[in-house]
Antibody
């Protein structure tokens, strides 16, 4: 069974750094693109960026380029999303999801809630 | 960037009736269009990909149609568990993988 398991909820202050994780199992995880999707409270889904763990080829949405860093460690089948300096506007649920051969997103993580508040 | 526009924003339908949700792309995405369902407190679930192919385990009452810039998700004979928010997503314009803003399907 394909599973993406994300790290737990985080509460941070503005200006702090953060790195959240997404561990894949049940498949050869280095050979599928893993995307990150943001969902702000009460809002819709926003594609942030995507990484191919096998070679760390990474693409960003123009809206998130320079705002976050996506990385991966294929040896432990884990993708990461990180911020160097959080803002209150980064408060959201963040999902990782596997891109299927069809191009669509079928296997989703359970989400990581990030709350940034002073 | 391709903009995906869903309509209506909210759709009120009675259980047992048919629901028709629309998604329009600002430029052609061929058939590279997916539909997702999201219930409160849950991650999205893939319903349809390739504009019309149901994902694994999705009931036959869900169907998708369209190509190019106009797409439709139809849910025949609505069940109580179908009331949720639905998103379309294009994946034609790699690596940009934009979502629509969502349609909330509520009980009438």
């Amino acid at each position: 069974e394909v599973q993406l398991v994300q790290s737990g909820a985080e509460v941070k202050k503005p200006g702090e750094s953060l790195k959240i994780s997404c561990k894949g199992s049940g498949y050869s995880s280095a050979n599928y693109w893993i995307a990150w999707v943001r969902q702000m409270p009460g809002k819709g889904l926003e594609w942030m960026g995507i990484i191919y763990p096998d070679d760390s080829d990474t693409r960003y949405s123009p809206s998130f380029q320079g705002q976050v860093t996506i990385s991966a460690d294929k040896s432990i089948t884990t993708a990461y999303l990180q911020w160097s300096s959080l803002k209150a506007s980064d408060t959201a649920m963040y999902y990782c999801v596997r891109r299927e051969m069809s191009g669509a997103f079928e296997s989703w993580g359970q989400g990581t809630m990030v709350t940034v508040s002073s | 960037e391709i903009v995906m526009t869903q309509s209506p924003a909210t759709l009120s339908v009675s259980p047992g009736e048919r629901a028709t949700l629309s998604c329009r792309a600002s430029q052609s995405v061929s058939s590279n269009l997916a539909w997702y369902q999201q219930k409160p407190g849950q991650a999205p679930r893939l319903l349809i990909y390739g504009a019309s192919t149901r994902a694994t385990g999705i009931p036959a009452r869900f169907s998708g149609s369209g190509s190019g810039t106009e797409f439709i998700l139809t849910i025949s004979s609505l069940q109580s568990e179908d009331f949720a928010v639905y998103y379309c997503q294009q994946y034609n314009n790699w690596p940009s993988l934009t979502f629509g803003q969502g349609t909330r399907l509520e009980i009438k």
